[in-house]
């Protein structure tokens, strides 16, 4: 027996080259490239009982991508994006599901992923340069690399108001959704809530529900996505020019595979901005209505009136009741992750839908029957909490890391989350995070992939250097927070609160916790890190004895 692993509570534990934490998107991907490419020993886990991640448990009614799927899907296996075929251009969950599912199978993952195992914790043995982790199953297990892709919108927001246990109904989180059906059909059905989870919720059970009243505390700006199937003309110029296709992809802002406008709103006179917001909104999609129609909207406030005015009379002009019109409408700035739904406002002209502001009158419990606020009881049979999620920090700080020195994640996160690119945090060597704090704000597979790819480098980096171990300098990663901080406050998007900067959880701090560039930006980024030998980067070798 090892004497360092004795002391460590290690004697039990097994050893592997790498560990990989979750399995969605990213964490599928990961342990394809570093057990299947760099042929390390890996193992994977999964809180689920499936792969799938965001997908696996976000099966709401109404669940679906809203990114165009050429660009919502992986890129580095031609003859999978060939053979695959998606139904439509915003998919719905299940099929999402099944594409991810087939990637596991088509690679042989799931013989190295443990399902329904939560790690727990997470120690950097200074010692032996290994990470020990213990699970939720006591299992003990040591890996010389760690890489999480435990998701930026996965830990959930799960409000508690006074007397929620008394509910004599059902309720759901939006992203803990049961595997069957549910059914609504005649049931007063309360959701609260109102992002992308919310609209898409509401918009879906509305014609079923017996009575659907929206609890609404925020109004957005929500724009119609058209669902609809995929454009042949799109797929065949992919198919002529996979790789300009998704280099375009990678050198854009949004990486979400759509032409991004390079003309700045004021360049153009009111009629052409009408046209322009009106041709977006008969094609649909959030991020093109606020990507693809000028290229200033989130940095010019000139630019976020003109579209802001422009949604706010598409409300006035769907909405029939007055009354709910002026409720449903923001006056904030258009500035937080845009949401895309179909038939959302028109949703409110129903006879079985309505609104309630509760930032008016906020909620102040729930009864045995329904909901409680200032001003009324609403009767339900079910309540859909669709609440969002502690987004970015909420999954790293689950798992109880720690680096050198003991050195706690939480102590080192508690003012605001630090890292290297989104990468990698100092203290805490050979652990990659995709999409950490400070990552690329971006459509995610791309970036998951180019990421992974960015981490597989870095790995072969530290053998082919006959090391043992990577982790960022301190100076780096204080640089690259500032760089972040200063590229958000040229946008417009620190002026509203979200989950983007962690104001929707309460006591949570608020703050940057993107880099704002966009992908292109981000490429440039960690490319430079590489090609630059690693400068940033601080290596070592494997303690001597160990
Ligand atoms: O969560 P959210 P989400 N009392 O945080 C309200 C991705 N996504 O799950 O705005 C009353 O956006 C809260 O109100 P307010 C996407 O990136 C993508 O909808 O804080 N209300 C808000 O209305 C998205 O941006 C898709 O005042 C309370 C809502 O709950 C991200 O996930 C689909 C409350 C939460 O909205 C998060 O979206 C779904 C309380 N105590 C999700 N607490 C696609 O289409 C919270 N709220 C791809």
Redesign the pocket.
């Known amino acids: 027996m090892n004497e360092v692993a004795a002391r460590h509570g290690t004697a039990n534990a097994r050893d592997v080259d790498a560990v990989v934490i979750g399995a969605g998107f990213a964490g599928l991907y990961a342990l394809h490239k570093v057990r299947n490419d760099l042929g390390l020993d890996v193992q994977a886990f999964e809180q689920g009982s499936d792969v799938g991640g965001?997908w696996y448990w976000?099966r709401y009614p109404g669940?679906?991508?809203?990114?165009e799927v050429t660009a919502y899907c992986y890129s580095f296996d031609r003859d999978l994006f060939d053979q695959w075929q998606w139904s439509q251009r915003?998919p719905r969950q299940p099929e999402i599901l099944s594409y991810l599912d087939m990637f596991a199978d088509r690679y042989d993952l799931r013989r190295s992923i443990a399902f329904d195992t939560t790690v727990e914790s997470a120690t950097f043995n200074e010692q032996t340069s290994r990470w020990e982790l213990r699970t939720d199953k006591g299992e003990r297990w040591t890996a010389q690399f760690l890489i999480e892709g435990v998701g930026?919108?996965s830990s959930v927001?799960l409000?508690r108001?006074p007397g929620q246990d008394e509910f004599a109904g059902q309720m759901y989180h939006?992203?803990r959704w049961p595997h069957h059906p549910v059914d609504f059909r005649g049931k007063r059905v309360g959701v609260?809530?109102?992002?992308?989870?919310?609209?898409?919720v509401i918009t879906e059970i509305a014609p079923a529900a017996g009575h659907l009243t929206v609890?609404?505390?925020?109004p957005?700006y929500i724009v119609p996505?058209r669902h609809g199937p995929l454009d042949p003309e799109l797929l065949a110029k992919i198919d002529a020019n996979y790789g300009e296709y998704w280099r375009s992809v990678l050198t854009s802002i949004t990486a979400f595979g759509f032409d991004e406008s390079a003309v700045p709103a004021a360049t153009a006179s009111e009629e052409e901005r009408e046209a322009v917001f009106e041709r977006q909104w008969n094609s649909g999609g959030?991020f093109q209505f606020m990507f693809a129609t000028f290229s200033d909207i989130g940095t010019s406030r000139e630019a976020n009136n003109a579209a802001t005015a422009f949604i706010r009379k598409k409300i006035s002009q769907i909405v029939t009741d007055p009354e709910t019109a002026a409720k449903l409408t923001p006056h904030d700035l258009y500035a937080?992750?845009p949401?895309?739904?179909d038939d959302y406002y028109e949703t409110f002209n129903r006879d079985n839908v309505s609104l309630v502001d509760?930032?008016a009158s906020?909620?102040i419990e729930i009864t045995a029957r329904g909901i409680r606020t200032e001003d009324a009881d609403y009767e339900q049979d079910a309540i859909i909490?669709?609440?969002?999620?502690d987004?970015v920090t909420g999954n790293y700080l689950k798992i109880d890391h720690r680096g050198r020195s003991g050195l706690s994640l939480r102590d080192k996160w508690a003012q605001r989350p630090r890292t290297h690119l989104g990468l990698m945090t100092a203290g805490f060597p050979n652990m990659f995070m995709i999409f950490g704090p400070m990552g690329p704000f971006t459509n995610q597979p791309p970036a998951h992939e180019a990421q992974v790819n960015w981490i597989a480098d870095a790995i072969r980096a530290v053998s082919e250097r006959g090391l043992h171990v990577i982790e960022p300098g301190q100076d780096a990663e204080d640089k690259w927070i500032v760089t972040c901080d200063e590229i958000a406050y040229g946008t417009l998007f620190p002026e509203t609160?979200?989950?983007?900067n962690g104001?929707?959880i309460p006591g949570k701090p608020i703050t940057v916790m993107f880099y704002m560039a966009g992908m292109g930006a981000y490429m440039g980024q960690i490319q430079e890190a590489a090609d630059g030998d690693y400068e940033d980067f601080l290596f070592d070798k494997q303690p001597v004895g160990a």
Do not use: E, H, M
């Open positions: 965001t976000n669940a679906r991508s809203d990114t915003y930026l919108l927001n409000p108001f939006t992203s609260i809530g109102t992002g992308s989870s919310g609209v898409q609890f609404q505390r925020t957005q996505a959030g937080k992750r949401i895309c739904c509760v930032k906020p909620i909490f669709a609440t969002g999620f987004a609160n979200s989950w983007i104001a929707n």
